[in-house]
């Protein structure tokens, strides 16, 4: 993290404030290396940090919770909240042609890359590469073609324990495919 300001902890800037504001800022789940260096913490009371973090937000008044996956951090909308709020979300994570191949790896996983194609066609080799890029799927060398599986951080984002919760789950609307 390219950062030009003293992230000196003092009594008007703690620790716990530093780490809120960047989970809150950033875009994409920040590493804890990246949350070292802006505190200046050691690893141990960093994990203190984060587990008072953890433990504010774990009340039942509180609408966010923290989630970890890989040793990155980021804020989370808890889920019985979701739906009430999740139309003041203007814009989508991921784009509907993305999702959609998504859905169809996640239903058939793991599934052979060329199998993915054919059902969604040539532009699901972009898709698969923002995917991986994203680490919402892996692939290993299969013959000519590769094997995709959901990873544990798709789990953890879309709240599965496995994914027979998501085959066993309701039936997604018509207007989702």
């Known amino acids: 993290m390219n950062n030009s300001e003293s992230t000196e902890i003092s009594p008007d800037r703690s620790a716990k404030s530093i780490i809120e504001a960047a989970l809150f800022l950033a875009s994409e789940p920040v590493h804890k290396s990246e949350l070292l ?30 989630s970890e996956n890989n ?17 003041l979300a203007p814009h989508q994570d991921m784009s509907r042609g993305v999702l959609r191949t998504l859905s169809v790896i996640a239903y058939n996983s793991p599934v052979l890359q060329k ?17 991986i890029e994203r ?13 995709l599986s959901v990873t544990q951080y798709f789990l953890d984002y879309f709240e599965l324990n496995d994914l027979d919760e998501l085959r066993e789950g309701e039936s997604v609307p018509q207007e989702y495919l």
């Open 37 to 66: 260096d802006l505190t200046g913490l050691g690893e141990e009371k960093l994990d203190e940090e984060l587990d008072d973090i953890r433990r504010d937000l774990s009340h039942p008044d509180r609408g966010l919770r923290l």
């Open 71 to 87: 040793d990155k951090y980021c804020f989370r909308i808890k889920r019985e909240l979701l739906d009430m709020v999740k139309y």
């Open 115 to 131: 199998e993915v194609v054919d059902i969604r066609g040539n532009g699901a080799y972009d898709h698969i590469d923002q995917l």
């Open 135 to 147: 680490n919402f799927i892996k692939s290993e060398k299969e013959g000519r073609t590769k094997l």
